[in-house]
């Protein structure tokens, strides 16, 4: 018989860096779930993401069991890595803070196509270029056409 579900938690948090403090520790201590039992399984499945922003869902159930889904950085963070840059502008239509290539938005758009509504890689890579500008970042070149 299936587990019935309780609720779902979102977090982010850098991999291989779970500990009981906020947000970790308030968000699943106030659902009743054990926090250590959940930073220990974290930190053992993103020993190869230490450092970087990953978001999390994790799904409680009514006997406080849970189970977690890591999914890919966000596609900012991805961003600002690529372009070598530390934050995005706090004036994106002013100020631009860097640039990255087609090639890169086209990298970012593989990893996360697991988490998008796209269904190939054309539009996915367009959604990337939108998050790219409102960041400050600029696309440089033209959009590769596939025709």
Known sequence: MAKEVETFIKLQIKG?????????????????VNI??????????????IGKVLPVVITVYRDKSFEFVIKT?????????AAKVPK?????NRKKVGNVSWDQIKTIAEDKMADMNCFT?????????????????TVEGQFPDNN
């Open 16 to 32: 291989g860096a779970a500990n009981p403090s906020p947000p970790v520790g308030p968000a699943l201590g106030s659902k009743g």
């Open 36 to 49: 250590m039992e959940f930073c220990k399984q974290f930190n053992a499945r993103t020993q190869e993401k």
């Open 73 to 81: 950085p966000p596609a900012a963070v991805q961003l600002m890595d």
């Open 88 to 92: 995005g502008s706090p004036e994106p």
């Open 121 to 137: 890689v054309a539009p996915a890579m367009r959604m990337i270029a939108g998050t790219a500008r409102s960041i400050g970042v």
